[in-house]
Nanobody, 109 residues
Framework: QVQLIESGGGLVQAGGSLRLSCIAS??????MGWYRQAPGKQRELVAQ???????YYADSVKGRFAVSRDSAANTVYLQMDNLKPEDAGVYYC?????WGQGTQVIVSS
């Protein structure tokens, strides 16, 4: 079955860290993205990693977030440090038209 399963969200204080994981099943990792959606806002791209090693970060997370991939585990990670209240939302893993169910991040100030 082709699917993406995210985990690792939770409640954290501002300045804290979380590590999100996205396990892919049914296909081999290629270009993978992490998106987030805050209440009342559009879903936005946070980070993208390509098979060749290229990485993109939204300006709002540069220097604080790091995306990585483990091909052996078929998993993509998003390390989030120095979290801010505006980072809160549901984080989704994405590959082309395939989306995970999302994992919620709550950042208390």
């Amino acid at each position: 079955q082709v699917q993406l399963i995210e985990s690792g969200g939770g409640l954290v204080q501002a300045g804290g860290s979380l590590r999100l994981s996205c396990i892919a099943s049914g296909f081999v990792l290629n270009a993978m993205g992490w998106y987030r959606q805050a209440p009342g806002k559009q879903r936005e791209l946070v980070a993208q990693v390509w098979s060749a090693g290229g990485i993109y970060y939204a300006d709002s997370v540069k220097g604080r977030f790091a995306v990585s991939r483990d091909s052996a585990a078929n998993t993509v990670y998003l390390q989030m440090d120095n979290l801010k209240p505006e980072d809160a939302g549901v984080y989704y893993c994405n590959r082309s038209i395939l989306w995970g169910q999302g994992t919620q991040v709550i950042v208390s100030s």
